[in-house]
């Protein structure tokens, strides 16, 4: 009776999310910037924007399209990622195939919803049947996973960034859970540094509950990986004085390093040494200082901070070289650490 | 044959299994699997029609002990080796967690059965063994074969449907329908 049922396989692509359940410590814009990166570099990059607040989809198209995007979403011909999973929550069917919006030659969006607080909501119930081993929790809980695979196979797609909310919600537990590794970013501020006590221990707990949930899954069927690896940090948003943080900002730096040590990296290798197998010296897999107007001017023109009509072309050499830095160190660990 | 006795050691062998199966972790994975037979079993509108009532249990220690000690005594009236342990308990003892089904009609084993079968195929469940119908009468065999169901021999004065499950990797569940 079992096997009349062919799962989808997992697609190569790496997942990757930028978390840190803290808002204002610069995650979407690290992760935009990071995807325009490494599709500059010859990567095929599909954004998800997870975040029911859109901010990446509205980062990147216009406020017409998106208006009608979302609209329109809750129809038949709906584009975002709302009308994809919507036959899920409706129970009456699978995932519904949509298609990315392109932008530029490799870098694709799966358009965020703010509907996406009712999938949040249905989640809970769908991680209960998931514990009761009901066919249809697992099909909710990896609904977003199995649009991303059926996308991820469709482009070629390399790597996949999940931008996500501040928060611990069920919805970035399925993220998280279906990412192959997470970076966290950290603002250079005390409460930013404050929020990095929390995050290993909800982490780890996601992982364990998971865990449970798959001993006991049915053989054979799509299932979210389950094994986020801690991949670094990245300190964000500090002022420079001669080339290295100033004075006010270096406190800050320190403790980040001290509390991702004990607070995510030691409570990662204490429950699974794989999943955090570097040092933490090795772990700062860049930074960002603040590149003042760059930011904002981003936003507003859709573009990478780099080709922004704002700041000087100094300032822009220097934004791209920091995404760039870390592109390829991120190339250089995913295509390493992910084989460990 | 005079019925076998068992050592001391035999003994301590059993109660060992039985401490095993009573720690946290083996109990907390029967008791899940018992939510999960019962949330099985309670998704189905169509099946619920057909149904007296359901009673679902979770082996104790002294029945668990009680098999235990019942099959090493036949394996040494045998003569052969008795070689259930902790780490093939859940595969050996098939009944640790049991959910029964009752219905008041005969005939409504035909739609139960059906029921059962297809919510098992869509929540993939994995059958081990039957559905087998354990009877006593004659004509009772005869209109479960009719309907497709195995029969085996019943001495008891009663009838049941028993379908042996595998939910996941470790553990067996005995529905039964009578």
Known sequence: ?340 | MSKAKLSKREHGKIERIVDYYLNGECQELVRRCELQVKALFSTSDDLAQHLHSTKSRIKDRERLRDKLIRKAIECKQLGQQFDITENNLFERVTDLVGYRILHLHTKQIEAINRIVLSLLQSERWVVIEGPIARTWDDEFRDYFQEVGIETRDNKRMYTNVTIFLKPMNRLDVRVSCR
């Open chain 1, 1 to 340: 009776m079992a096997g009349t049922h062919k799962p989808a396989k997992r697609h190569s692509a790496k997942r990757i999310v930028i978390y840190n359940h803290k808002g204002g410590v610069g995650k979407t814009t690290l992760t935009i910037n990071l995807a325009f990166a490494l599709a500059s570099i010859g990567k095929n990059v599909l954004l998800v924007d997870s975040d029911p607040q859109c901010n990446i989809t509205s980062y990147l198209i216009d406020d017409i399209t998106l208006d009608d995007l979302l609209d329109h979403s809750d129809e038949d011909e709906g584009k975002t990622i709302w009308s994809s999973i919507k036959p899920l929550i409706e129970a009456t069917g699978d995932v519904k195939t949509i298609e990315p919006i392109q932008q530029g030659r490799r870098l694709f969006l799966l358009p965020g919803d703010i509907r996406l607080s009712e999938f949040e909501a249905d989640l809970n119930k769908f991680w209960t049947e998931c514990l009761e081993r009901r066919m249809r929790g697992f099909r909710g809980v990896c609904g977003l996973s199995i649009l991303v695979n059926q996308v991820s196979e469709a482009h070629d797609i390399d790597y996949v960034f999940y931008d996500c909310g501040p928060n611990i919600g069920p919805l970035n537990k399925v993220i998280l859970l279906d990412s192959d590794c997470f970076i966290v970013p950290a603002a250079c501020d005390l409460f930013s540094v404050r929020a990095l006590k929390t995050l290993g221990h909800t982490l780890a707990g996601w992982i364990k509950s998971w865990s449970t949930i798959v001993n006991q899954a049915p053989d054979g069927i799509y299932l979210l990986p389950g094994q986020p690896k801690f991949l670094g940090y990245i300190p964000q948003r500090f002022r420079v004085y001669r080339e290295e943080p100033s004075s006010t900002y270096r406190p800050f730096y320190s403790k980040i390093e001290k509390n991702v040590n004990s607070e995510i990296l030691s409570i990662f290798k204490k429950e699974d040494s794989s999943l955090a197998s570097r040092s933490i010296r090795d772990l700062r897999i860049g930074e960002v200082k603040d590149f003042g107007p760059l930011a904002t001017a981003g936003q507003s023109e859709g573009r990478p901070m780099w080709e922004v009509s704002k700041g000087s072309p100094d300032q822009r050499d220097a934004a791209r070289q920091s995404f760039l830095d870390i592109a390829n160190t991120i190339i250089r660990l995913t295509e390493s650490h992910m084989s460990d």
